[in-house]
């Protein structure tokens, strides 16, 4: 059974920075995209940032351009999202998302089957 499990969520203040991880178990998809999405009140859910195998491509929504940075690590599926600069508009949940093969389009939630429950960022 796929599990994931997001930590490194919290409160910060605008202009500062936040290390969000995802640690897999059960996950044994070779070709796969995982991605980060977030979800802020009254909102829907939005994707982020993702990284697929094959070249290790990424994707960024560009709201986070030049400020995110996604990364997991070389012959695992833990994921990360390392996000600098932080503005009060970054505020939700944060969902890390994992495929059971390559995705078409890495940063829409329909290609995802697999999801953690989530961890709230502040920017205030």
């Known amino acids: 059974q796929v599990q994931l499990v997001e930590s490194g969520g919290g409160s910060v203040q605008p202009g500062g920075s936040l290390r969000l991880s995802c640690a897999a178990s059960g996950y044994t998809y070779n070709r796969n995209c995982m991605a980060w999405f977030r979800q802020a009140p009254g909102k829907e859910r939005e994707g982020v940032a993702a990284i697929c195998t ?3 491509s ?3 929504a560009d ?3 030049g400020r995110f940075t996604i990364s997991k690590d070389k012959g695992a599926y833990n994921l990360y999202l390392q996000m600098d600069r932080l503005l009060p508009e970054d505020t939700g949940k944060y969902f890390c998302a994992a495929t059971s093969t390559i ?3 890495p940063l829409r939630r329909f290609e995802y089957g697999y999801w953690g429950q989530g961890t ?3 920017v205030s």
């Open 54 to 56: 094959d070249d290790g």
């Open 58 to 60: 990424t994707f960024y």
């Open 63 to 65: 709201s986070v351009k």
């Open 103 to 105: 995705a078409t389009l």
């Open 120 to 122: 709230q960022v502040t």
